[in-house]
């Protein structure tokens, strides 16, 4: 990735950008650009701190709203501008969100396409998630398109609670 590009906390002016990355996959996610609750959604992750950005010399690359309610942390919706895929952007967030994830979260998922969505091969978003050590979980309801989805979890530390004591 190019090091004028820096992820960082997304703040209520980046909406925008978000706003006009969503327009470049809509034909894999549904609307979301017409879509008022997009909007909504969108603002309140970024007024809240649950959103990161990357940014470089050409504006907002790319973005990451995120969940935390451990033991897990949600990745609600990653996107990359078109310009800029490839470079190693969404790595960069994935990262970012994973390294900020506090002590008490034990796993991470994503809802992504199914494997017979149009997405899964041309956005290649399933084979992203997989080389960032993420599994094929359990099927998650369809999009709003009406495409499938899939739960892919990556464990971040192992559920000490659920191993049992050795007695000496």
Excluded: N
């Amino acid at each position: 990735m190019d090091g004028r590009v820096r992820v960082r906390t997304g703040r209520p002016p980046d909406a925008a950008g978000l706003v006009r990355l969503a327009g470049q996959v809509e034909q894999w996610f549904g609307p979301m650009v017409g879509e008022p609750g997009f909007h909504a959604a969108v603002e309140r992750q970024l007024a809240c701190g649950q959103a990161l950005v990357a940014v470089g010399e050409a504006g907002l690359l790319g973005g990451l709203l995120v969940g935390r309610r451990p033991p897990v942390c949600h990745l609600h919706w990653l996107v990359v501008d078109a310009a800029a895929r490839g470079l190693g952007i969404g790595r960069a967030l994935v990262a970012e969100a994973l390294a900020r994830c506090p002590a008490e979260v034990r796993t991470v998922e994503v809802v992504t396409f199914g494997a017979d969505h149009p997405g899964a091969t041309a956005g290649g978003a399933r084979v992203f998630y997989e080389r960032l050590g993420f599994s094929p979980a359990e099927p998650a309801a369809p999009g709003p398109e009406g495409g499938s989805r899939q739960v892919y979890r990556r464990e971040l530390r192992p559920d000490v609670s659920a191993t049992p004591l050795e007695h000496k």
